[in-house]
């Protein structure tokens, strides 16, 4: 039995080198901290992911590939900067993933949206 502190409340206590708490609820609360401060830290970034899927969603409507006019994305409060991924195709455009749609510029003016096929 080695001595050992406890990670969450500081007790000393008697255990084998792997524990790391005191007690059930020591490690269930450590944990619980854990799961907490990520959530308040991913929050805010998946809410922009999300309402990004949002608009490109309700901007395709039923269909499976839509052009339109930067403008009209720009005015919906879409935030162009956050997406989950990146799509080199053949001819060099980069497709900016978004979940299950994805979005490119097409020219200067149009953007190019279209739902990943399942
Ligand atoms: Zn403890």
Redesign the pocket.
């Known amino acids: 039995m080695n001595r050992l502190k ?6 000393e ?1 008697k255990g084998r080198s792997d524990k790391r ?3 059930v ?3 269930n ?1 450590w944990h619980a901290e854990h799961r907490r401060a990520t959530r308040d830290a991913v929050a805010e970034i998946d809410g922009y992911l999300h309402r990004n899927r949002e608009i490109l969603a309700t901007l395709m409507g039923g269909t499976s590939k839509v052009e339109l006019d930067r403008l009209v994305l720009t005015r919906t409060g879409f935030k162009y900067e956050y997406h989950t991924g990146t799509y080199l195709n053949k001819e060099g455009k980069i497709y900016r993933i978004v979940y299950d749609y994805a979005w490119m510029d097409f020219s200067d003016q149009k953007i190019l949206i279209v739902r990943k096929k399942n």
Do not use: P, V
């Open positions: 406890c990670q969450q409340c500081g007790t206590y708490f005191c007690s609820a020591c490690k609360g």
